[in-house]
């Protein structure tokens, strides 16, 4: 199955892109491959394509399903992070993935509208080709890439400050957040500040979106301070990860929070910046959505 491996790097990455899910995507590439090992490779003129083809459907397919099952999801959704460090070998196709924030405005489109703005934008398929992958007429499938564009350039959020800029935000963030500077935190957010929680009913995370630089400020102190965490930790009988580390690590092509206890990761928070300021922050805390990196 050397052809297939050969691909896999690039499957996984179409995968991800119309899921956001990374246990999600290796499911579907894991069908990818059950799919390939019944073909015989001498039929198959363009593997690549091919590949991706199957791929493509079985993530639509599992998207429609997956977006049925988000709207009885406990709180807000927001997409896996999956590490894009340059040293995870695995992934180095993922190595430009999309960022969080952009992620969270692909939710908003409809599984066939994601899926063509992915195969187009991200991986630039020919409209003949991604018409055929989604059993639509090239017109149709133009349209369906001219509205999802439109909708994502009306959302999509604003990058205007530089990566190491943005690192150095985020590492004053985490000094600030950690060490419980509530003012600290104030100066570094925007008036219009939110942050989004994603606990999905498994660890704790705000249930609604929450809003203002005094009551970010405020939740975040609450939750993110080492004695709190601890303290936490030791009301549902995990006393044991109190021993805490916290790191920015390379995350969906971004510097990103990594806060782990007792060689686990237990929370993950990116910033969305602009202008120099926080304009909103991402908390996962899903065990289930995090479980799968690895701590510092």
């Known amino acids: 199955m050397s052809t297939f491996e050969d691909h896999r790097g690039v499957l996984v990455a179409v995968a991800y892109r119309i899921l956001g899910s990374v246990a999600d995507a290796e499911d579907v590439v894991q069908e990818a491959w059950l799919r390939w090992s019944r073909v015989d490779e001498s039929d198959v003129e363009d593997p690549k394509a091919f590949l991706i083809t199957v791929t493509s459907r079985l993530a639509i397919d599992r998207l429609r399903w997956a977006k049925s099952r988000r709207e009885s999801y406990v709180g807000p959704w927001l997409p896996e992070p999956i590490s894009t460090a340059p040293d995870v070998a695995e992934h180095a196709e993922l190595a430009d993935s999309v ?3 952009m992620l969270v405005v692909l939710e908003t489109l409809s599984p066939l509208e994601r899926a063509v703005f992915v195969l187009r934008e991200a991986f630039d398929l020919p409209f003949s080709e991604i018409a055929e992958i989604i059993g639509r007429a090239e017109p149709a499938t133009r349209q369906l890439a001219r509205r999802a564009r439109d909708h ?66 405020r939740y975040l102190t ?50 969305l910046v602009s202008e120099g300021k926080i304009e909103t922050i991402y908390v996962l805390a899903n065990p289930e959505k995090i479980g799968h990196l690895q701590p510092s």
Do not use: C, H, W
């Open 99 to 101: 960022e969080m924030a």
């Open 152 to 217: 994502v350039r009306d959302k999509r959020p604003r990058f205007d400050v530089d990566r190491d800029e943005r690192r150095r935000i985020t590492e004053r963030f985490m000094g600030a957040s950690a060490g419980g500077d509530l003012d600290a935190l104030i100066e570094m957010f925007s008036d219009q500040v939110s942050i989004i929680s994603d606990g999905g009913g498994k660890a704790r995370a705000a249930l609604r979106v929450i809003t203002g630089a005094e009551n970010v400020g």
């Open 222 to 271: 609450s939750i993110n301070t080492p004695a709190n965490i601890a303290k936490f930790m030791a009301s549902i009988g995990r006393a044991e990860l109190a021993d805490l580390s916290f790191a920015v690590e390379t995350l969906n092509n971004a510097p990103a929070i990594v806060i782990s206890a007792g060689g686990q990761v237990i929370s993950v928070i990116s910033l």
